[in-house]
């Protein structure tokens, strides 16, 4: 655990939870995130400059494979060094650097705060600020959509970055404490950032989207079976369904992991996700996930920001009795 005892990585990862669940994620000019994605900028115009069309497709692929592991291992390495020297320092600044830093790489109030972003005017009936912050957080036009799809964009965001923005990070964490969630921070990063399958990234792109898969590849299952540990507890939701939804429907995504979140929240509510998405009024069609057993609404919003919650409290509470079990 590089610096502290599997005991202490719980307690850690505990006060980092709880941290983002009072205070969010604050959009300071300092946060990590924001320092990972303008170090990937600069060393993406280094590698990929204005002469790209001349570069090859091998020659884009290891330049891709040279960003990603630049970015992930610098990352990884800065943060070992940063609580490496708090802890130096003393022992609880080590624990204080590690919990913020932790905190910093999830994002369980973000999702929700900005989940009711869009619920808040739609139940109103301002559709249009509703569509406006709907664009924030997906990549889709979101023009004249009605409810029933700006519903289902905003739960297959909250639902896709269960895995992203909360249960991988934590997962990471407990492996090997801040240095290792960041690292992972920055693969996510370098996904969100390169991994696209246009001109520009198809080949210079592939290695970071390829490895935030490999990484998120656990995480995205054990997100699952929480999920579905959640639908048993509430009674809104089914969680025979949202296993028979995973079972028919993960495959179907395009991603090798976020189908099984997506399936599984689309299953325990009842409804249908995937479909037709316009990008840059191209029409993509979405593997539809899910059974259409009525009509999306915004309270679906609700519950899946309960079952993102939910996730969070079975998480806490397994790494409670744990940490119980490892004391006595």
């Known amino acids: 655990m590089l610096f502290y005892s599997f005991i202490e990585i719980i307690w850690i990862v505990i006060a980092a939870i709880l941290l983002d669940l009072i205070i969010g994620d604050p959009s300071w000019p300092t946060h990590p995130v924001i320092l990972i994605g303008r170090c990937i900028s600069l060393l993406e115009k280094r590698l990929l400059t204005s002469k790209e069309t001349v570069l090859s497709s091998r020659a884009k692929?290891?330049?891709?494979?040279?960003?990603?592991?630049?970015?992930?291992?610098?990352?990884?390495?800065?943060?070992?060094?940063?609580?490496?020297?708090?802890?130096?320092?003393?022992?609880?600044?080590g624990y204080a650097i590690s919990v913020w830093f932790i905190a910093s790489t999830i994002a369980v109030k973000g999702?929700?705060?900005?989940?009711?972003?869009?619920?808040?005017?739609?139940?109103?009936?301002?559709?249009?600020?509703?569509?406006?912050?709907?664009?924030?957080?997906?990549?889709?036009?979101?023009?004249?959509?009605p409810e029933g799809e700006l519903t289902r964009a905003v739960v297959e965001t909250v639902a896709e970055n269960i895995v992203d923005a909360v249960i991988s990070p934590l997962f990471f964490a407990l492996l090997g404490g801040a240095p290792?969630?960041?690292?992972?921070?920055?693969?996510?990063?370098?996904?969100?950032?390169?991994?696209?399958?246009?001109?520009?990234?198809?080949?210079f792109g592939r290695a970071s989207a390829r490895w935030d898969d490999v990484m998120n590849w656990i995480p995205a299952r054990l997100t699952g079976v929480l999920l579905l540990i959640v639908a048993l507890i509430d009674r809104k939701l089914s969680a025979v369904r949202g296993f028979r939804s995973i079972i028919t429907f993960a495959r179907k995504h395009p991603s090798p992991n976020s189908g099984i979140p997506e399936s599984a929240v689309a299953g325990a509510i009842g409804i249908e996700l995937g479909g037709c998405n316009i990008y840059g009024g191209v029409v993509s069609e979405r593997a539809r996930l899910g059974w259409p057993l009525r009509e999306r609404n915004a309270d679906d919003i609700v519950l899946t920001v309960r079952m993102l919650y939910g996730t969070v409290y079975v998480v806490?509470?397994?790494?409670?009795?744990?940490?119980?079990?490892?004391?006595r």
């Not at 009711?116 to 009936?125: A, D, E, F, N």
């Not at 921070?185 to 080949?203: C, F, I, K």
């Open 61 to 93: 692929l290891w330049r891709g494979v040279m960003l990603t592991v630049t970015i992930t291992i610098f990352s990884g390495l800065a943060l070992w060094g940063i609580v490496a020297m708090a802890a130096w320092i003393h022992p609880w600044l």
């Open 180 to 203: 290792f969630a960041m690292l992972y921070r920055a693969s996510n990063t370098l996904d969100s950032m390169v991994g696209y399958r246009n001109e520009r990234y198809l080949y």
């Open 316 to 327: 806490m509470g397994g790494l409670l009795i744990w940490a119980m079990l490892i004391i």
């Open 111 to 145: 999702l929700k705060q900005a989940a009711y972003q869009v619920l808040k005017p739609i139940r109103s009936g301002h559709m249009e600020d509703a569509r406006k912050y709907t664009g924030y957080i997906v990549g889709r036009d979101t023009k004249d959509l």
